[in-house]
C-alpha cells in the first residue's frame, strides 16, 4: 500500500506582539514561562486582528528547548472570531538559544521554531479552517512572534 506524502500550501502568517515574560521558575510541571499576547494581525486566507489577553505557556527543557503551548483570539472586519491553538518546539543551538533569551533578533535559519497550528470558529464562512491542520514556520523578534502557517494536504 502507497500511502499520500503530504503536501504544503501556504495558507496565512500571524504577526502577535508580545508581552514581558512571566518567569514562573521551576514548578511541578518544569519550569514554566508565560508570555503575554497584546495584539497582532492575521493575513492571508483569512484577514483578523489578534486580541490581547491570549498567551503562550511555555515549558524550558534542561536542553533549552522551549514546549510552545500558545493560544488567542482573533476577530475579522465582519466580527467574526477565531481561536488559533498553536504547539510545538523552539530548539537550537546552546548560543542562539541564549541569544534569543537576551531579546536579540536572530535569523531564523540559526533555529528550529515551528509548531501545528488548529483554528477553532463558529462562523461557517471560515468553517474550512477547522477542517484543516495546519504546520508553520516561526521567528522569534525582540517583542513579537511572526509565523507563516501551511496546510498540509
Known amino acids: 500500500m502507497t500511502l499520500p506524502v503530504p503536501t504544503l500550501t501556504p495558507a496565512f502568517d500571524v504577526e502577535v506582539a508580545l508581552g514581558p515574560l512571566e518567569d514562573h521558575l521551576g514548578t511541578s510541571a518544569g519550569h514554566r514561562r508565560v508570555v503575554p499576547i497584546l495584539g497582532g494581525r492575521v493575513s492571508g486566507e483569512v484577514d ?4 490581547p489577553g ?3 505557556w ?3 527543557r534542561p536542553d533549552g528547548t522551549i514546549e510552545i503551548d500558545s493560544r488567542y483570539s482573533a476577530r ?3 466580527g467574526d472570531l477565531l481561536l488559533l491553538h498553536a504547539r510545538g518546539l523552539r530548539t537550537g543551538p ?3 538559544l541564549a541569544r534569543l533569551g537576551r531579546g536579540e533578533d536572530v535569523d531564523p535559519t ?3 521554531f515551528r509548531t501545528t497550528v488548529t483554528v477553532e470558529t463558529s462562523a461557517p464562512a471560515l468553517a474550512h479552517l477547522q477542517r484543516s491542520l495546519f504546520l508553520a514556520s516561526a521567528q522569534r523578534l525582540a517583542s513579537a512572534v511572526h509565523y507563516r502557517a501551511y496546510r498540509v494536504g
Open 48 to 51: 483578523a486582528e489578534v486580541l
Open 110 to 112: 540559526l533555529y528550529s
Open 58 to 60: 511555555q515549558l524550558v
Open 76 to 78: 475579522t472586519a465582519s
Open 54 to 56: 491570549g498567551a503562550d
Open 94 to 96: 546552546h548560543e542562539v
